[in-house]
């Protein structure tokens, strides 16, 4: 029906408290911990497939147990770490009201939150974050595909356009060649504290982060586009440790949806800019299961409009008669009723 308004809404950000330095970024195989100002990772044998412990698989904690893929891409050398096959999580992607939407739940957010925080402390060049298949899930209002999205700290871990061709084409990448331990220590102690309000917790953070010189020279270093069908964002490393930890502060507790937008750092107006949000929804994998279904009869019929823009009212329509069947609302007991 035209006019049917999108079910992609917005909520309220979470409130981090100020950071600390991190010492160690990453261990890899059994190198142990590294430091320094010319730490880098990794040693380990190659690996074979084999799926998580179930507990690894759900895992949100520091110390994260990732793969990683050396890569030729265009030219240049690229370590690229990704999920392990078998982690429990799942993203999806998608362009609404002129703005790029990582969407997920709250496991989601907070992997992503550890993944961002320890690229922005790693110096080894070309070292890039990927979620590809088959951690990607078609968006769950209408169930587009989505695209594979990447997250880079430039100078050092830029990903230009044709490198992002190259690695879209080597997608899915599989088992990797090592495995890293993604030291995050720091995030945690910039958890919810239960006896200060987020407001205040809020407003301590940005005042910290507003009186580090490194904050005024990274105004505005950020990007969130996409580069050959893939979802680029690249921020300087206190850009990306900002998205982390407000990822990290993302809660159910208000509203069975949060967000957080991904954009750069002023400190007098807010945000600068909204090209890019993180969103998690408490139901998101029951939404994409309705999402499919709902576009699989709608896109079935015949007479299904070729175009997006005409048929994604129609599988929004859908949807709630598919919500509808899967998951009826029992009816209230009548009066009299024993």
């Given amino acids: ?194 006896d200060r309000s987020g407001g205040d917790r809020w407003t301590e953070y940005r005042d910290w982060l507003g009186g580090r010189p490194e904050s005024h020279d990274h105004v505005r270093r950020h990007l969130v586009e996409v580069r050959s069908g893939a979802l680029v964002l690249e921020g300087a490393p206190i850009v990306l440790r900002d998205w982390a930890v407000s990822a990290h502060h993302l809660s159910f507790e208000s509203f069975p949806m949060d967000y957080q937008e991904l954009a750069g750092l002023t400190f007098r107006s807010g945000w600068v800019t909204d090209e890019g949000e993180l969103q998690v929804f408490a139901e998101y994998r029951r939404m994409v299961g309705v999402a499919r279904a709902a576009r699989a009869e709608v896109l079935a019929d015949p007479a299904a409009a070729a175009d997006p823009a005409a048929y994604r009212p129609a599988i929004w329509n859908r949807g709630d008669d598919v919500k509808a069947r899967r998951f009826p609302v029992p009816e209230p007991p009548r009066s009299g009723d024993g």
């Fill in 1 to 194: 029906m035209a006019g049917r308004r999108s079910p992609q809404k917005g909520g309220r950000s979470g409130a981090p408290s100020f950071p600390v330095r991190e010492k160690a970024v990453t261990v890899v195989g059994v190198a142990g911990t590294l430091s320094g100002p010319d730490r880098r990772f990794w040693k380990g044998s190659a690996l074979t497939a084999k799926s998580p412990r179930p507990d690894a698989r759900r895992s949100t904690a520091d110390r994260l147990k990732l793969h990683r893929h050396h890569l030729r891409l265009d030219g240049r050398d690229y370590t690229v770490v990704t999920p392990r096959p078998g982690t429990d999580v799942r993203f999806a992607v998608n362009h609404f009201h002129g703005t790029w939407h990582i969407l997920s739940d709250l496991r989601g957010a907070r992997f992503l939150a550890r993944l961002m925080w320890g690229l922005s402390y790693q110096r080894r060049p070309g070292t890039i974050v990927c979620i590809g298949p088959p951690f990607l899930d078609p968006n769950p209002f209408d169930a587009e595909p989505s695209m594979p999205i990447v997250f880079g700290c430039p100078p050092a871990s830029a990903l230009p356009t044709g490198a992002a061709r190259a690695l879209r084409r080597a997608l899915p990448l599989g088992v990797g060649d090592g495995t890293v331990r993604w030291q995050t220590h720091g995030l945690a102690r910039f958890g919810p504290d239960p």
